[in-house]
Structures are given as structure tokens and as C-alpha cells.
């Protein structure tokens, strides 16, 4: 498999970052990556980043908290927003960590199923394989999981979700994965989590052969 360009990813991690002094430069390069990637959302884009430029940084803060944080929308950790505390998020944790080691990656203070390390790891990882299924099998189905939580709701970062799924379902068709498809039905918005079956969880392919998941 031919590694793909995936530069955009990092570029997406970095505006679901905690705002702060370097956020207006993160909306800059996040509306010109939609300009060269999704040219038909740019008009939407520049306007949503406009207004959101607005606030102050501690303004900025507020609104994230509010989303990700206190009292939230939704979450930022990928294998919570899979699995719960169910033990395979413990074990995605411990492989993902092992991946962003491999690629010189460091989580900061958070896990390594955060949203912005899981999209930086898409990002640098060298290996096409395995960024197919951290694609397909992880990203793709939490944020999209992620967006039930929003139904009803005007937020700055559902349109940014948006933008990422669109990419993610553009750039990740899960060839040879479709058996790894979460199923239709954890996507109503009813579920606390999306938890799929232990086959579609912990994929016995690349994945398993590398003991990455």
C-alpha cells in the first residue's frame, strides 16, 4: 500500500488543541488547508473562524471547557468515546502509545487516544497499514460518533468535526476492512459510547500482527 499524504491531519489536531496564545495562527492554517482540500466549505469556514477570533483567549478557553470539558457535549478521547472504561480502551491506549513512540510523538499531558495526538499520529506515522485502520477503524467511527452528541446544537467545533469527517471518509475507505465497520445502529445518538463487537474493536489484521490495537 502507498503511504498517502496525511499533512492535513496535523493541521486539524492543532485546532482541537486548548486555545491559546497560538490559536489564531492554528485557524489561519486550518482555513487554508479547507481553501486546498474542501474548496466548497472555505466560504462557511472563514466566516465560522471569524467570528470565533473574536472571543478573547479566555473566551476561547470557556467554549472549549464547555464542549469537551465541564458538563460536555462530547469528549476528545477516542477510546472513551469507544469503549467506555471497558479494558479496550486500556489496551488501544497501551498499543497507541506505541505508536506515537515509533513516531516521535509526545502526548503532552494527555493520553494517546486524544483527539489532536490520535490526528498527529495519522499525520507521521510511515506505516500505510496501519494508518488505514487507525483511519477506518478508530478515528472515522468516533468522530462520527461524536457528531450524535451534537444534534440540535449550533457549536463552533461541530463544524470543525465536519470538516474532519468529510476528510477522514475521503481519505480512509477501509479496503480489506469493511468487516471492521461499526454498524449502522451506534449511530443513532442513543448510545453513551459506540462500542462495537470485539472483532470490530481489536482488528486481527496489520493491527494485530504489529500489536498495535
Known sequence: MIMKKLNHYKILADVFRYPDG????????????VVEELPGKAGKMQELLENHNKLTVHQQQEYFMKTFDVQA???LDLGYVLFGEDYKRAQLLVNLQNEHKIAGIDCGSELGDHLPNVLTLLSKTTNPDFAEELGFIITTPAVRFMLTKFKNINNYYKEILE????????????DGLTEYAVPEQAFT?????????????????????????
Open 163 to 174: 470538516v474532519l469527517l468529510e476528510l477522514l471518509q475521503r481519505d480512509f475507505k477501509g
Open 73 to 75: 457535549v462530547c469528549y
Open 189 to 213: 445518538g442513543d448510545n453513551e459510547f459506540v462500542m462495537p463487537s470485539p472483532k470490530s474493536a481489536i482488528c486481527d489484521t496489520h493491527c494485530n500482527k504489529r500489536k498495535s490495537f
Open 22 to 33: 497560538h490559536f489564531s495562527e492554528y485557524s489561519k492554517k486550518f482555513l487554508q488547508m
